[in-house]
C-alpha cells in the first residue's frame, strides 16, 4: 500500500536505519526494505541510498516527505481517531522525561495500578511530543515549554513550573551558567530573560540528568525546573526561584479525544494532580 510505504520513508527518516524502523513497526528488517522497495517501483525514483551502518533519503525522498508529511500526519491522526477501543487497548501517550521523573511518575503508578494498567509511557522532547500526538501515535501529549504557532492541537495548561538557580549567585553572574538546550523551539523564549538577569548560559546539555550531576558536584550554577530540585539530593548548594522565569506544563491532545471517556478519565485525573501539587507547594 502507498500509506504504509510512506509511513516507512517517514520513519526511516527519524531512525535512520531498517532495523530500528523494524522495531518501531513490529515488522522485520526485510519487510521495512521490501516497503521502501514497493515504494521507489511506484514512484520511479530512488529513496534511499547507503550511508555506512544507517540509510541516507535521496534528495527525491526528501522533497517528497517535505510535500507529503502535513497530510501523512493528519491521515494517520483520524485513522487512530477513528480506531475502536476497548478498555484492554494499549494507550500511548508521549510526556517530557523532566515531567515524568519530577511530578508524574508516583502518580502513573498508581493510575497503572488502580485504574488503567494498558497505559504504555514513551518520553520525547516537546516538538517531538506534538509530532506523536498529531499524527496519533500518542493519544495524550505532557510537555514542557512553550507550544509553537499552529501546532493543530487542543491544549489544556497544567501549570507554570519556575526556574531555580542552583549554585552561587555571584559566581553565575561572573562565570556564567549551565542551562538545557536553549536552540529547543519550546525553550528558546529564556535566553531573552536570562539575559535581562545578566545570566549567560555558559554550557547547554541536552539531558537534566547531567545537569543535576554537574551541580551535584559543583562544577559551575545551574538552572533546574522547581519539579527537579528534589533530585539534586542532599546536596546544599544555595537555590532559588528566577524572577519572571517559568515554563508552561500542557496536557496536549486531538479534538476526538473529547469523545472518548477512558481518555477523558485519564485527562480530569492528570488536571487535578497537578492542581494538587500546586496546592501543596503554595
Same mark, same amino acid.
Not at 551502518?53 to 507529503?68: K, P, S, Y
Not at 549567560?200 to 551535584?216: F, G, K, N, T, V
Not at 500542557?250 to 477523558?264: F, G, M
Given at each position: 500500500?502507498? $500509506?504504509?510505504?510512506?509511513?516507512?520513508?517517514?520513519?526511516?527518516?527519524?531512525?535512520?536505519?531498517?532495523?530500528?524502523?523494524?522495531?518501531?513497526?513490529?515488522?522485520?528488517?526485510?519487510?521495512?526494505?521490501? +516497503?521502501?522497495?514497493? @515504494?521507489?517501483?511506484?514512484?520511479?525514483?530512488?529513496?534511499? =541510498?547507503?550511508? #555506512?551502518?544507517?540509510?541516507? $533519503?535521496?534528495?527525491?525522498?526528501?522533497? @517528497?516527505?517535505?510535500?507529503?508529511?502535513?497530510? %501523512?500526519?493528519?491521515?494517520? #491522526?483520524?485513522?487512530?481517531?477513528?480506531?475502536?477501543?476497548?478498555?484492554?487497548?494499549?494507550?500511548?501517550?508521549?510526556?517530557?522525561?523532566?515531567?515524568?521523573? !519530577? &511530578?508524574?511518575?508516583? *502518580? *502513573?503508578?498508581?493510575?497503572?495500578?488502580?485504574?488503567?494498567?494498558?497505559?504504555?509511557?514513551?518520553?520525547?522532547?516537546?516538538?517531538?511530543?506534538?509530532? /506523536?500526538?498529531?499524527?496519533?501515535?500518542?493519544?495524550? #501529549?505532557?510537555?514542557?515549554?512553550?507550544?509553537?504557532?499552529?501546532? !493543530? %492541537?487542543?491544549?489544556? +495548561?497544567?501549570?507554570?513550573?519556575? *526556574?531555580? $538557580?542552583? #549554585?552561587?549567585?555571584?559566581?553565575?553572574? /561572573?562565570?556564567?551558567?549551565?542551562?538545557?538546550?536553549?536552540?529547543?523551539?519550546?525553550?528558546?523564549?529564556?535566553?531573552?530573560?536570562?539575559?535581562?538577569?545578566?545570566?549567560?548560559?555558559?554550557?547547554?546539555?541536552?539531558?537534566?540528568?547531567?545537569?543535576? =550531576? %554537574?551541580?551535584?558536584?559543583?562544577?559551575?550554577?545551574?538552572?533546574?525546573?522547581?519539579?527537579?530540585?528534589?533530585?539534586?539530593?542532599?546536596?546544599?548548594?544555595?537555590? +532559588?526561584?528566577?524572577?519572571?522565569?517559568?515554563?508552561? %506544563?500542557?496536557?496536549? &491532545? +486531538?479534538?476526538?479525544? @473529547?469523545?472518548?471517556?477512558?481518555?477523558?478519565?485519564?485527562?480530569?485525573?492528570?488536571?487535578?494532580?497537578?492542581?494538587?501539587?500546586?496546592?501543596?507547594?503554595?
Amino acid at each position: 500500500m502507498l $500509506l504504509e510505504g510512506l509511513e516507512t520513508l517517514y520513519l526511516l527518516a527519524r531512525e535512520g536505519t531498517m532495523g530500528k524502523v523494524g522495531s518501531r513497526l513490529y515488522i522485520s528488517q526485510s519487510a521495512v526494505s521490501k +516497503r521502501i522497495a514497493n @515504494l521507489e517501483g511506484r514512484l520511479g525514483k530512488r529513496l534511499v =541510498e547507503p550511508d #555506512g551502518r544507517n540509510i541516507r $533519503l535521496t534528495a527525491d525522498a526528501r522533497d @517528497l516527505l517535505a510535500r507529503v508529511n502535513p497530510l %501523512l500526519e493528519e491521515l494517520k #491522526g483520524e485513522i487512530s481517531d477513528n480506531r475502536a477501543m476497548s478498555d484492554h487497548t494499549p494507550l500511548p501517550l508521549a510526556c517530557s522525561e523532566t515531567l515524568l521523573a !519530577g &511530578y508524574l511518575a508516583p *502518580f *502513573f503508578a498508581a493510575y497503572i495500578r488502580q485504574q488503567d494498567k494498558a497505559l504504555v509511557l514513551s518520553t520525547h522532547h516537546t516538538p517531538v511530543i506534538i509530532e /506523536r500526538v498529531r499524527s496519533g501515535d500518542a493519544l495524550l #501529549g505532557i510537555c514542557a515549554g512553550r507550544l509553537p504557532n499552529g501546532h !493543530g %492541537l487542543l491544549a489544556t +495548561r497544567l501549570m507554570d513550573e519556575p *526556574f531555580y $538557580l542552583v #549554585g552561587d549567585e555571584v559566581q553565575a553572574l /561572573r562565570e556564567g551558567i549551565l542551562t538545557m538546550e536553549l536552540e529547543n523551539p519550546s525553550n528558546t523564549y529564556l535566553a531573552a530573560t536570562l539575559e535581562e538577569q545578566g545570566l549567560r548560559p555558559r554550557m547547554q546539555l541536552d539531558s537534566y540528568l547531567a545537569l543535576i =550531576e %554537574l551541580a551535584r558536584a559543583g562544577v559551575a550554577p545551574v538552572l533546574l525546573p522547581a519539579g527537579l530540585l528534589d533530585k539534586l539530593g542532599d546536596e546544599a548548594q544555595p537555590r +532559588r526561584p528566577l524572577a519572571g522565569l517559568t515554563r508552561p %506544563l500542557h496536557l496536549i &491532545y +486531538r479534538p476526538n479525544t @473529547l469523545k472518548r471517556d477512558r481518555l477523558v478519565r485519564l485527562m480530569e485525573a492528570i488536571g487535578a494532580h497537578f492542581t494538587s501539587r500546586q496546592m501543596v507547594s503554595s
